[in-house]
């Protein structure tokens, strides 16, 4: 059972929180606004804000009584002399950093000896290890959600599939399924969090609009949503799905940069990518298109070679193709395995307003060799030893 932290509320409080849910086993803080919060929550510890009016000689007493530990955080010379008076005897200075806090939580509470309080989630070890679980993202402008649409019906011919938008921009692929944004991601980790069933949670559509084949997970309304949902539960609900569906592809933002701030931006997108064991990545067509596919190479820093695909290429220009694919390779070098391009469309679009797959033609077609060459690197990863079930 998580043992229970309390925090004072406060900007520290909040960083401390956030930081707590994504990156801390087995600990779970709440937020605490006076003494009676403290004492009817069955805390292991108690971070308190010096300064604030119930943090008081007689608070601390009944918490010494009680064998609750204090840590008092101050945010000013004269709050730090206020935590000395009052006798508390472990101090932080307010932009300590929610790793050191966590350590310094751990270093008092009487539970972290028996299961190690403060101990961190290891990412990488987390089971994204699946035979057909496949991330696919890229910079804007590149038609990752299209493209999983049509990566997750093609799989749907071989067996039961879904497609989980992890967008954290947009919801994208709610508004371009017909599908209501409730159910959704947030819904589903949480089931899977608590032993649930993410099959529970599944989108479904719009009233008058048509079911797809294959299953889906809409992701939120709102990018404001988002800090509702940690890295490590879209991990777990990416890799519960890739358990018990034949085939679960994902969708990214195309936005993956590491913009520190108390709730980490794009944190959900760039750990999918970091951890996962097949990524499709699109570029765009243009001189432009390879610069920015770079950056986003960089900061999604994928631990296997990036299917790559280039997209909104001119139809029937391989000269155009051939020219991004050799300036990709010279640019990423073994980063990148060239599996197809995209060519522009206009059925692309028609389908997207009618809430419909693409018409058969020439994305359709290149789509259909791009999910063989995925689903062959896939499989030969998974026959070869690559990739462990």
């Known amino acids: 059972m998580a043992r229970k932290v309390g925090v004072a509320l406060s900007d520290w409080g909040l960083r401390l929180k956030g930081y707590a849910s994504d990156h801390v086993a087995d600990v779970q803080v709440v937020l605490v606004r006076d003494r009676r919060a403290v004492t009817d929550r069955g805390l292991s510890v108690v971070c308190v804000q010096v300064g604030d009016p119930w943090v008081d000689r007689h608070f601390i007493a009944a918490c010494a009584a009680e064998g609750l530990p204090i840590i008092g955080v101050y945010d000013s010379i004269d709050t730090e002399h206020e935590a000395i008076g009052l006798g508390i005897e472990l101090r932080m200075d307010a932009s300590t950093t ?88 947030a819904t589903a980790a949480a089931a899977v969090s608590s032993n649930g069933e993410a099959a529970a949670h599944l989108s479904g559509p719009q009233p008058g609009l048509a079911q797809f084949d294959f299953d889906v997970i809409c992701g939120l309304p709102s990018g404001d949503d988002w800090n509702k949902l940690g890295e490590h539960d879209s991990v777990r609900l990416l890799a519960d799905c890739d358990r018990k569906w034949n ?34 990545g699109l570029c765009d067509a243009s001189p432009v298109g390879i610069v920015r596919f770079a950056s986003w190479l960089v900061h999604a820093n994928p631990k296997a070679p990036v299917l790559t695909v280039i997209s909104n290429t001119p139809t029937k220009s391989t000269k155009v193709v051939s020219d991004i694919a050799q300036r990709l390779r010279s640019l990423c070098g073994d980063r990148v ?35 063989f060459h995925a689903t062959d690197a896939m499989e030969s990863a998974w026959r070869t030893g690559g990739v462990v079930r």
């Open 247 to 280: 085939s679960a592809v994902a969708i990214t933002g195309p936005m993956v940069e590491d913009l520190d701030g108390w709730v980490p931006r794009f944190a959900v997108s760039r750990r999918l990518l970091s951890t996962a064991d097949h990524v499709l």
């Open 98 to 185: 929610p790793t050191r806090m966590m350590q310094q939580i751990a270093s008092v509470d009487p539970a972290a000896t028996d299961v190690g309080l403060g101990d961190p989630l290891d990412f990488h070890a987390a089971p994204l290890q699946g035979r057909a679980a496949l991330v696919v993202g890229g910079p804007i402008g590149t038609d990752a959600t299209e493209v999983g649409v049509a990566l997750a019906a093609a799989m749907s011919n071989d067996g039961s599939s879904i497609l989980i938008d992890f967008n954290e921009t947009d919801p994208h692929l709610a508004m371009r399924l017909g599908y209501r944004d409730v159910p959704n991601v």
């Open 337 to 371: 395995e060239i599996v197809g391009s995209l060519p522009v469309d206009s059925r692309v679009g028609k389908a997207a307003w009618n809430a419909e797959m693409v018409a058969r033609g020439p994305f359709s077609r290149a789509m259909a060799d791009i999910s």
